[in-house]
Nanobody, 123 residues
Framework: QVQLVESGGGLVQAGDSLTLSCAVS????????MGWFRQVPGKDREFVAA????????YYADSVKGRFAISRDNAKNTEYLQMKNLKVEDTAVYFC????????????????WGRGTQVVVSS
C-alpha cells in the first residue's frame, strides 16, 4: 500500500521561505506523477504543482509560478516543494499526492493522498 507523509510545515512570516517534504513508501517514487495541493478551510482544494518522472515536466498554478519549485529525489523516495517569498494568502494545509499522470493531478484525480501539513504565513 502506498503511503505519503508530508512534513516541513510551520509558521513563517511573509517573505520567508519554507520547504515541504513528502516521503513515499510502498512504491517507487519513479512509478508516479507527483503533485502538491493546498486547501483553506471552507474553500475547495487547489492544485499547486506537479511533476512527471517520465518527461521531467513541471506544472504550477499561476498563483505560485516563480515562487514555488517542485522537485523529487527518487533515491530517497521523497518529493519536495520549495516555497519562496511566501505570502499571507499561501496559508493553507498542503497535501502531496500521487497519480499516473500529471494530467490526472491537474484534474485532481490522484490515486494516493497524504494527510497534509499546515503552513501559516503571518504578515
Amino acid at each position: 500500500q502506498v503511503q505519503l507523509v508530508e512534513s516541513g510545515g510551520g509558521l513563517v512570516q511573509a517573505g520567508d521561505s519554507l520547504t515541504l517534504s513528502c516521503a513515499v513508501s510502498g512504491s517507487p517514487l519513479s512509478s508516479h506523477a507527483m503533485g502538491w495541493f493546498r486547501q483553506v478551510p471552507g474553500k475547495d482544494r487547489e492544485f499547486v504543482a506537479a511533476t512527471s518522472w517520465a518527461t521531467f515536466t513541471h506544472y504550477y498554478a499561476d498563483s505560485v509560478k516563480g515562487r514555488f519549485a517542485i522537485s523529487r529525489d527518487n533515491a530517497k523516495n521523497t518529493e519536495y516543494l520549495q516555497m519562496k517569498n511566501l505570502k499571507v494568502e499561501d496559508t493553507a494545509v498542503y497535501f502531496c499526492a500521487a497519480a499516473s499522470t500529471t494530467r490526472d493531478l491537474r484534474d485532481q484525480r490522484a490515486d494516493f493522498w497524504g494527510r497534509g501539513t499546515q503552513v501559516v504565513v503571518s504578515s
